[in-house]
């Protein structure tokens, strides 16, 4: 698109017009309504419950990080003194005769329970006729701590399959 020599006389009066044009000021009432109407929405910001104050979180946060490590100080600060003074005292058991020790945890009950039984249909042996069972069994065991009144529950699930022979006519 090239210029038209005809046009670009118009273009030199528009220039001018622009340069001599002059911004109005800006009146009082507007600029303090400017001004009021971003404090209102700076302070509304600030009120909004999405948005998170840090500046309250942090010192709570922290002052519960401090009490959480005093509580588990006082309920495990025995076991952490036993075990640094342990782990001296474990280069000179290492260097005796190995005594059993007897474990913290013991054993108090074990049962499996069958949740599901189904077929698998039946199948030809060279001995005859049989039937497939597939069995679905949970088993539950059960250990105990007397030194700290521990309780551990584990449960696992299994299934089986059996052949069962069946009885010949």
Known sequence: MSDDPDRTGN?????????????????FDHAADLHRERELFEISRSQDPSQMQWGRLVPLMLVCTVVMFGAALFRYGDRLRASASGAK???IVQTEAAAPVPDRFVPVSSHGTILKTSSGGLIE?????????NIEYQDAYHWHDPKSGTNIRF??????EVIVPLPKD
Do not use: C, K, Y
């Not at 017009?17 to 009146?27: D, G, H, I, M, T």
């Open 125 to 133: 042996t060279d001995s005859g006729p049989r039937e497939r069972l």
């Open 155 to 160: 449960f696992r699930p299994r299934s089986e």
């Open 89 to 91: 005292n474990d280069a």
């Open 11 to 27: 273009h030199e009066d528009l220039e001018a017009l622009l340069r001599n044009l002059v911004p109005s000021p800006l009146q």
